[in-house]
């Protein structure tokens, strides 16, 4: 389906704009220089290649794909980028048993079943686009 969702139901045009919004915002957020820092930093940490790099790159991928769904244009694209994206990112970065103290690792354990329910989500939502 392409365009601007029209014949989809309300619920499930929320669902697109929720998830959709959700990753813009994700990523808005984190254009803060202290977070900037801190994902390069972890990403060092695990030794990701080309750490900064790798993080714009990924910040790329999450608006752009984030864009497609909310407007429609290659909604079925954009939910795979977002596939995409949350498991790197979650391979990336949420390496709980790394964590430094327990606090830090139940954080990190909980953001990691978290992205595992936004993936359940965004096969759903993949489903829907097709």
Do not use: C
């Amino acid at each position: 389906m392409q365009g601007l969702y029209v014949d989809a139901s309300w619920l499930d045009t929320a669902g697109r704009v929720i998830i959709a919004l959700f990753f813009l915002w994700v990523a808005v957020t984190n254009m803060t220089a202290a977070r900037i820092k801190d994902h390069v930093d972890r990403l060092t940490l695990y030794r990701a290649p080309m750490p900064a790099a790798l993080f714009w790159i990924g910040e790329i991928l999450s608006i752009v794909s984030a864009l497609m769904v909310l407007i429609g244009w290659r909604a079925d694209l954009g939910v795979i980028g977002l596939m995409i994206f949350l498991v790197l990112a979650s391979a990336l970065l949420l390496r709980f048993w790394q964590a430094p103290n327990p606090i830090a690792r139940n954080g990190m354990r909980l953001a990691l079943l978290s992205n595992t329910a936004i993936f359940g989500g965004l096969l759903l939502l993949l489903q829907n686009v097709r």
